[in-house]
Structure formats: structure tokens, C-alpha cells
């Protein structure tokens, strides 16, 4: 029987998960079908619900429902309980079970991996924001084994809340402060919405001080090239936009749900086709 899985968020329309999944599946043989749920605020209860009456396989979670959608789980996986969210439902059948998974870190991560110069134990990163990206992303890293890591936010508080989540070399600096010290970095990672489209003039910090030696990586992909990477660019670093982290976070959801190895090359060609 065909197998269904689906993203729910709000707004859901522009989503590329439902087109880089379906590659997936016909490069692999699998029955599935992917689907864009919208679910407004007030229908994510009787929506989760709806993955147990209708059988649904697994469903990734978007904006705004990645926080609020863990109260309507059986079952928190690791993870996911320390980042705060979830991003990837597996409905397990056998047990009548929903569990939640977060694929956002560790996709990240696999984004990054071939793109290290040392191990990451000896990489000194300066995260940038401490929203839900920022979140996935630092409890990810911080679990993987970075040791020198560094928190910057608009809103210094968030910043040291998520420091101290993260454990306790972990700091927490001020926008400004970052910025001054950029040079002390090995990779820099933009997760603050800021140049985001439709405002890609802005830039979360100045880059004046980066050394072309740091790795300057942005979570946006849209546009493909923020501008903190073009000036980035322009300081001769190297640059890697976000586009490795959402194919690797579907990736991540699709070997969760069908236990087989994702066929990513396929995946990320279908948003590399569609956002460059
Ligand atoms: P997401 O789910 O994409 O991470 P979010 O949880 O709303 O979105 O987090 C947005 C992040 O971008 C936060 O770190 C936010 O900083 P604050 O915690 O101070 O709000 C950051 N951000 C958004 N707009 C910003 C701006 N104009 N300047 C600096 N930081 C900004």
C-alpha cells in the first residue's frame, strides 16, 4: 500500500520537502506519496490526531508548530527534548505511537562535516542568534563534541538561557561583542533570520574583522547568497549557505522513517534546481 507522509505548518505552500521527498522515493522504488498540510494554530491538535486516523507513515513539522506540536506526542526522542522542538513525526503502527524527532541539528551538521579543518573539538564557533534554528544547531554541536563554543544574540538573554542548555564552557556575548572578536573564530554561523528575503540588505554583524581563514556559514538559503555571505566572499572566505542543512534534515526524516539510506545527491538536486 502506498505509504503517506506530509509536512504540516502555516504557511506550508512554498515548502520544497514535498518535491525533494518524492525524488527520493522514485530514486529509491518506494510507494510514497508526500503531502503540504496547512494547519492553522488552532487545527495542529485535531491534525496530529489525524496522522493516527488515517495511518499517515511519518509528517515533518514547520514554522509555527515545531514547539507547540510536542504536547500532542506520546514519546520524545533524545534530542529533540534537548532542543525544545520537534521537526519529524514517526507514527509507529505496531505500538500506536507518535514520537518526535529533531533532524535540524544533526542535518546541519552533516552539512558541515565535509567542510571542517579540524576536528570538531578544536573548532571555535560563534553561533549568531538563539532563536529555534539557533537552538537545533547549538545542542547539536555542543552534544557532538565542540567545546569552544560561542552565543550571540540581540537579546543577550536568550543567548545565555541557551549557553547554559548547552553546558557549561558554553558562552554568551552580545551582538557587539561577537562582532569585535571575530578573528578568535574558526566558523562563524549566521542563525538569525536577518537578510532573510525580502530584507537581504541587512547583515547581523559587520564583517570587517573576519580573517579569510574562517569558515562563514548562513542557515538562509533564500536567497541562495545572503549578503553576510557576499561580503564574506568578498574577505575571501570560504561560505556555505543553508540549503545543506534542509536537505540533510530531510534526509535525516527520510532514513528515520523508512530505514534506508536517503539517496541525497537526488535530494539536493531538486533544491539546488529550484532556489539557485
Ligand atoms: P527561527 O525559528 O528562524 O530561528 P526565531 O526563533 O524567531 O526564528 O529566531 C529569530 C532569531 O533571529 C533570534 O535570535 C532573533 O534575535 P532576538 O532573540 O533578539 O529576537 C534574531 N533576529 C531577528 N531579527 C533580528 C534583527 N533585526 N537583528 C538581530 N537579530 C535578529
Not at 495542529?44 to 493516527?52: E, K, Y
Not at 518526535?100 to 571555535?124: F, H
Not at 525580502?198 to 556559514?217: A, C, D, F
Not at 534534515?249 to 529550484?274: D, H, L, N, S, Y
Request: with cysteine.
Amino acid at each position: 500500500m502506498t505509504q503517506v507522509f506530509g509536512v504540516i505548518g502555516n504557511p506550508v505552500a512554498h515548502s520544497l520537502s514535498p518535491m525533494m521527498h518524492t525524488a527520493a522515493y522514485r530514486e529509491t522504488g518506494i510507494s510514497a506519496a508526500y503531502v503540504p498540510f496547512h494547519v492553522k494554530d488552532d487545527g495542529l491538535s485535531d491534525a496530529v490526531r489525524g496522522i493516527r486516523g488515517l495511518g499517515l507513515a511519518g509528517i515533518n513539522v514547520t514554522v509555527p508548530h515545531k514547539i507547540t506540536v510536542m504536547e500532542y506526542l506520546d514519546e520524545l526522542d533524545e534530542t529533540a527534548e534537548m532542543i525544545g522542538a520537534v521537526n519529524t513525526i514517526i507514527h509507529d503502527k505496531k505500538q500506536n505511537k507518535l514520537i518526535g524527532y529533531n533532524t535540524d541539528g544533526e542535518g546541519y551538521l552533516r552539512s558541515l562535516r565535509p567542510r571542517l579543518k579540524k576536528p570538531l573539538a578544536d573548532t571555535r564557533v560563534l553561533l549568531l542568534g538563539a532563536g529555534g534554528a539557533g537552538r537545533a544547531v547549538a545542542v547539536t554541536l555542543a552534544k557532538k563534541g565542540v567545546r569552544q563554543l560561542t552565543i550571540a544574540n540581540r537579546t543577550l538573554s536568550s543567548a545565555e538561557a541557551l549557553a547554559e542548555d548547552c553546558g557549561e564552557e558554553v558562552r554568551a556575548l552580545p551582538l557587539e561583542t561577537a562582532q569585535a572578536s571575530l578573528m578568535e573564530f574558526d566558523i562563524v554561523i549566521n542563525s538569525t533570520s536577518v537578510g532573510m528575503t525580502p530584507n537581504t540588505g541587512q547583515m547581523p554583524i559587520s564583517l570587517e574583522k573576519l580573517s579569510s581563514r574562517t569558515l562563514v556559514s548562513d542557515l538562509i538559503y533564500t536567497p541562495w547568497k545572503t549578503r553576510f555571505l557576499r561580503e564574506a566572499d568578498k574577505k575571501g572566505a570560504e561560505t556555505i549557505n543553508g540549503a545543506g542543512m534542509f536537505v540533510h534534515q530531510g534526509a535525516m526524516a527520510f532514513e528515520i522513517w523508512t530505514g534506508i539510506q536517503a539517496p541525497v545527491k537526488v535530494m539536493e538536486r531538486t533544491v539546488v534546481e529550484k532556489l539557485r
